[in-house]
């Protein structure tokens, strides 16, 4: 096992040798070759990337990582496994750098965080940072590998649906520094109940401790806090040292005798807010910066996104979904001041056996606030006995065409569902 261990990492450092002199560029799309890089051929189910490495290499690449017999061009390099190998370089290029690599994990808000995290940071550091949602077994190696050389910090989200994802991706990442933002119902799928969500996520707990990393725990939220007790090396952040002002529609808070904006919206945009303001503290940015970032940031992408549609006020939550973020954000919405206040939501997926509980436990408790109406989308919103105040289409057009003849004014609505419902399209009809 040593002597494998060692051929290894010398093969690894012969192949990173080249990736030097390809000046770091790569890529794992054959459709986005440019001229002198490294093509990894990753497969998938509905995909294999050895069945495009020699038009990789015809097209300007000099190298092409394949695990499958395609050819005997010297410019192909045959592995075992292309995503493993390329996992093994991506950590060998984290090594690289003598760097706080902090890891945001959690079941909602991650990429919030994240990009509030980014804007504090950036303020005094070259902060490289997870792009879009790449935060899986594909997309964290990548964002290593595109880590720039004068990179001062990075932040890298990793994410899961499934046990041992977190784990796994921690020795990839290997954090100086991380955080779990909540535990609440996702990927049930994979996970089952919400004790096996906080087992997965409490690995980045584990992988801290095990190397002296330092932890940043909410010490508002009671799981975080049991889950966190063995850690000594971790920094607790509380809302009860802000004065809040308000919630709704936005963010306004007082911190440190500064008065805090942020166009974002709710409590729990504002626990993603303060662990902004707790880690930029800590990493030495000042208060001023840090408020003038929080101020700064836009949310887009579907997340959290207040838009105004002639007299009617639109919050779209739209990139994804589940049990425990539909509440926190149906709640928040119910404090919304406008007197008529329409609910507009959408399937979630990744349920398992229970999605149909789950929708029609999430349905009724909805019903408790008196919105002026309730719309659904989906099967599994479909498969409920509803009451006369919800109504259930089948089709978007079908929810768009009520929802134009309603003809709404001096209206809230909240647009929520998962990724792939893609309730954003709502927008068309209001």
């Known amino acids: 096992m040593l002597h494998r261990l060692i051929k290894q990492t010398v093969e690894i450092q012969s192949f990173y040798n080249l990736f030097i002199e390809c000046g770091f560029k790569f890529t794992t799309d054959s459709r986005a070759i ?90 005094k550091y070259t902060t490289h940072y997870t792009s879009g949602n790449f935060n899986n077994h594909i997309g964290v190696p990548i964002t290593l590998l595109q880590m720039p050389q004068d990179a001062e910090l990075a ?86 040292n802000l004065t809040i002002d308000s919630l709704v529609p936005t963010l306004s808070f007082t911190y440190k005798d500064i008065a805090f904006t942020s166009p974002l919206m709710g409590d729990y945009n504002l626990d993603n807010v303060l662990t902004a303001i707790a880690i930029g503290e800590h990493y030495g940015v000042s208060i001023t910066d840090i408020r003038d970032a929080i101020a700064a940031y836009q949310p887009d992408n579907n997340r959290s996104q207040l838009i105004e549609k002639g007299s009617n006020t639109v919050l779209l939550d739209a990139y994804n979904a589940n049990p425990s973020s539909m509440q926190v954000a149906i709640r928040n919405f119910a404090k919304m001041p406008q007197e008529n206040k329409v609910l507009i939501l959408g399937d979630m997926f990744e349920m398992g056996p229970t999605a149909n509980q789950e929708h029609n436990e999430l349905l009724q408790w909805s019903t408790s606030f008196g919105f002026t109406k309730i719309y659904t989308l989906g099967e599994h919103f479909a498969s409920i006995s509803q009451n006369s105040g919800i109504s259930t289409l089948a089709s978007m057009e079908e929810l768009g065409k009520l929802i134009t003849a309603a003809n709404y004014t001096n209206t809230a609505f909240l647009i929520k569902g998962s990724r792939g419902m893609k309730m954003e399209r709502t927008l068309d009809y209001l």
């Open 155 to 240: 932040i890298v989200e990793l994410g899961t649906n499934s046990p041992g994802e977190i784990a796994a991706l921690c020795q990839i990442t290997q954090p100086t520094a991380g955080l779990i933002t909540n535990i609440g119902k996702e990927h049930l799928e994979g996970f089952g109940t919400l004790e096996a969500v906080a087992k997965e996520e409490s690995e980045i707990y584990h992988y801290l401790l095990k190397n002296n990393g330092r932890a940043f725990v909410n010490a508002d939220d009671e799981w975080l806090v049991r889950m966190s007790r063995a850690l000594e090396n971790k920094i607790n952040y509380s809302k009860s």
């Open 34 to 123: 440019n001229d002198g890089c490294i093509f990894f051929a990753l497969k998938g189910e509905s995909f294999n990337g050895n069945e495009f490495a020699t038009k990789a290499l015809e097209q300007g690449a000099h190298f092409a990582v394949v695990d499958e017999n395609v050819g005997d061009d010297e410019r192909l390099i045959h592995v075992d496994d292309v995503l493993q190998f390329m996992q093994q370089v991506a950590t060998f290029h984290r090594r690289c750098y003598d760097i706080p690599v902090i890891a945001i994990c959690g079941s909602n808000g991650k990429t919030t965080t994240k990009n509030l995290l980014y804007e504090v940071l950036a303020k």
